[in-house]
Structures are given as structure tokens and as C-alpha cells.
């Protein structure tokens, strides 16, 4: 049988009511009332299609639905129900009751797999609240351990294992839970492009070739603070004009890459002692590098630290540059992809290959298994915005695209 669209909008209402700013967008952090009520939606909805739950420490929801031979590493599936603040219904979302379709598509054929297939919903995908993006998905693969989420701290100063305590987790279960990396056959999520080629293009479906990742520096400046109308334009130690000057270095180098795809921004910066009246002394701000490409991402951060270095040099003033991460990009699984150009010639969807821009879970999830993503079109590319829209009928056909694919990884 094919998706049901309707079926697919029903839960994804049904889920955005667990929203803590509703007419506002759809907020969903991690670790909140909201989330956990929306887990408790999900893992319902996931028991009423007879799928066997299971959880961890970190708050990762596991549903399986098992095949003729659970001894096999299974196939597994899903996405994440957090959002960004304000944020939209689709970024992740999507991707979880894509799975469940397909469950409940297979379950009506009295389909039942060689591997079990398994519909996963990862904790803490967004980074907004404790600055780390990926928490479910970065424990499952060992990229962070017990003490990481003991360093990871929200506005509040509380971490991430204080929440997880308190809200009756057990993090101190984590080396047991995560002792040992889970065998995995293959992995397959879908998402929303959270860009604009699939529109522009009239095609309902994207296939990931590979997902960029972000290497993130902080960079602080140190001037000298001094009287806005005192101080002459030639004896000026501005913190901020030097900042601003390695911004626009940062946006040339990028633009002049001759990088298949890369991105340099500056998202956050803060001046002290940030008055109108004041030259300011010192100026802390974020670097953000993607590319597919590790390689052409060190070469940019090695270009900019020179231009920082000439920019500081002539300006009289000094910087320090830390580097936060720096993430592989994951090229996807080519075995997956074929499966999937096979399977959607079958049910003759066009299809375009492309790259993520963004990361997702399953730039984790390649390091423990082959992984790969299906995109579906999003409104005028706008995501982790309230604004953010699909059209049901491009998610049913990239739901009947991953419910093929998974069907084929399943009996291998
Ligand atoms: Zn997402």
C-alpha cells in the first residue's frame, strides 16, 4: 500500500500540541514538559502499532517492530521531535512519523521483515538549550561519555545530567547503557530539505550524498576600551572594528572557495562593555565552518587564522581563537543510495541527489553503521522558523520512497 497523507498530518498536529509558545511557532526543547509529553504521545502511538519500546538513559526512544530474524543487526529508521525555539512542525518530525507510516503501511500488507526495522527517536537533536547538538545520537555512537553531560550546562547553570536526574532518568546508568555500540545493519532517516533546491526544481525528493558538518571557533579580540568622542580615529585599539573585519575575511574566504560546498558565518557576538557612547575593549565572537569536505574546512580555518593574525597586526590588537569542534562530514552510505535510485525508479519518483547542508543525526549514526537520508521539499527553504510548511503529498511520496528502501535493507 501506498502513505497516507492524512494519516501523516494527523500525527503531526497531534504531536504539535505538546508546545510551549502555541500561535508563537512550535517550541519542543529537550528535557522539557513538552518533550517529555510528546514522548509519551509517540511511544503510545508507537505501542498501538504493536511495536516493542525500548529506551535509554538519555532519553532516546527505540520502537521495534521485529522481523523473522531479530538475531540480525536490524535496520533502523527515524528522526527527532525537539525543536528549536519558535521553531517549525517538520524539522524532525517529519522524519519519525515518515517510519511510522511505514510500519503501519507494512502492517497492513502482513508484511513482516527478514531484520527487525526499528523507529527511532533521538533525544536533543537541536542545540539551543545546553549547547550541545546531538545528544541522544553522540551517546549512541560513544562521540561524548558520562562526563560530558555533566559539563554541558543551559542558561540556568544546571547540566544535563542534574535535568536528566531530576527528571528521573538514571544518567548514572550511562556507561551501562552505552558500553557497547550498538550493531547496526543500516540506517535511513528522512527529513526536510530546510533549503530550496527541491522547490525551485519541482522535485518531490532529494537523495543526500553527504551531510556537511561544522568545525566552531570562538574568537576573542582584545582593545583598549576609551571615550567614543575622545579618542581619534588614528589612536583607536577598537575590538569590534577588528571583528568586523574578520567577518567580512571570513565571508570572502568562503565565497572564494573553490570547495564543492562551504559556509563560513558569525551568528553571536558580544562587545564589552557594549555601550553607544564607549570604543569597545573587547568583542567575543562565534565562527561557523561547514563543508562536505574536512579537508577544505582546515584549509579555510588555516586561511582565516592567517588574515586574523595581518587584521590584528595592523589594528594593535591581540585575539585568542579557541576551536569548540570540528565534525567530520559524512559521505552517505553508496550502497543505500543505490537502493534508493533503484527503489524510486520502481515507483517512478524523480529524484535529485544533493547535498546537507545542515547536520542530522545521522552524521553520527555513520560512525557505527552505513547511513543515509531521503529529503522532501520545504516551503520557499524556510526551516526552524514558524513559517516552516510542507506539502503532505511530497512527505506520503518520500514516506512510500523510505518504506521501499527499508524493505530491501531489511531482507538483506
Ligand atoms: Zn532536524
Redo the contacts with the bound molecule.
Sequence with gaps: MKADAAQLNDWLMRIDTFNATPGEGTTRAVYTKEFYRAREYLKKEMQDLGLEIHEDCVGNIYGEYKGRHPECPPVWTG??IDTVPHGGRY??MAGVFAALEVIRMMKSDGYQPKRSIFVNAYAG?EMSRFGMCCIGSRAIVGRIHQQDLKDARNMAGESIFDVLSHDGFEPERFNRDFSTKPRVHASLEL?IEQNRILQDKDISIGIVTGICAPTNLRCEIHGIQSHAGGTSMEDRRDAFMASAEIALALEHLAKASDSEYITGTVGAMKLEPGAANVIPGQADFSIDIRSISAQDKDDLVEALQRKIDEITRNRGVTYQLEQLNNDTPYICSPHIRELLHESAKELELPVLDMISGAY?DSLMLGDITDAAMIFIPCKDGISHDRKESIDMDDLAKGTDLLAATLRRLSEE
Design positions: 528522526s527527532h524539522d524532525g537533536e527529513h542530522h
